[in-house]
Antibody, heavy 127, light 107 residues
Framework: QLQLQESGPGLVKPSETLSLTCTVS??????????WGWIRQPPGKGLEWIGS???????DNNPSLKSRVTTSVDTSKNQVSLKLRSVTAADTAVYYC???????????????????WGQGTRVTVSS | DIQMTQSPSSLSASVGDRVTITCRAS??????LNWYQQRPGKVPELLIYAASGLQSGVPSRFSGSGAGTDFTLTISSLQPEDFATYYC?????????FGGGTKVEIK
């Protein structure tokens, strides 16, 4: 069955760039309608959506992080990636990738639930 | 942004109890409301999609209802494995937002 696995450094220095990869196995990242999202959870806190990307490269990102976030897709490797620039201690969190569907017509699309999640990767921002 | 407010933030209940968690959206989201369960140290798992759809593999003691701005997650008979934190999430519009969570603890 479809599985997602996040990977990347567990420790990032303040002001540097956090880089994570999500590898999809057991299915294609190019499945029509499916987006690949990033969600994070600071220690002891709730969930925050970072952004989502389609296999064609279309993105939808959270404005609260938008200026610092870049997401990309590599269909040949079945991977999506996240880069978060200028990190601070507030970016310390478990980062998850997850799949969700988007339906509807242009101008009236809706996302659906995150139905498959990766195991998450813990990232600490510290010098 | 659409704000999602869950209540209560925590509750204590016994095995076999009926538990109800509410989620309120700051504006109408139709039925674009999803519920997740997160056990301690584990990955969030989808329980309910589109307000009332039961995700495959989820026990039937879980149910969801509501539309517009007010939604409810009900556990009909709490089981030991249900002690966890529950999150609602709206997928009506970007940015996608989650509620603050409801922690269900053992009484």
């Amino acid at each position: 069955q479809l599985q997602l696995q996040e990977s990347g450094p567990g420790l990032v220095k303040p002001s540097e760039t956090l880089s994570l990869t999500c590898t999809v196995s057991g299915g294609s990242i190019s499945s029509t309608g499916y987006y690949w999202g990033w969600i994070r959870q600071p220690p002891g806190k709730g969930l925050e959506w970072i952004g989502s990307i389609y296999y064609s490269g279309g993105t939808d990102n959270n404005p609260s992080l938008k200026s610092r976030v870049t997401t990309s897709v590599d269909t040949s490797k079945n991977q999506v990636s996240l880069k978060l620039r200028s990190v601070t201690a507030a970016d310390t969190a478990v980062y998850y990738c997850a799949r969700h569907f988007r339906s509807g017509i242009v101008g009236a699309t809706r996302f659906h639930a995150f139905d498959i999640w990766g195991q998450g990767t813990r990232v600490t921002v510290s010098s | 942004d659409i704000q999602m407010t869950q209540s209560p933030s925590s509750l204590s209940a016994s095995v076999g109890d009926r538990v109800t968690i509410t989620c309120r959206a700051s504006q109408s989201i139709s039925t674009y409301l999803n519920w997740y369960q997160q056990r301690p140290g584990k990955v969030p798992e989808l329980l309910i999609y589109a307000a009332s759809g039961l995700q495959s593999g989820v026990p039937s003691r879980f149910s969801g209802s509501g539309a517009g701005t007010d939604f409810t997650l009900t556990i009909s008979s709490l089981q030991p494995e249900d002690f966890a934190t529950y999150y609602c999430q709206q997928s009506y519009s970007s940015p996608l937002t989650f509620g603050g969570g409801t922690k269900v603890e053992i009484k």
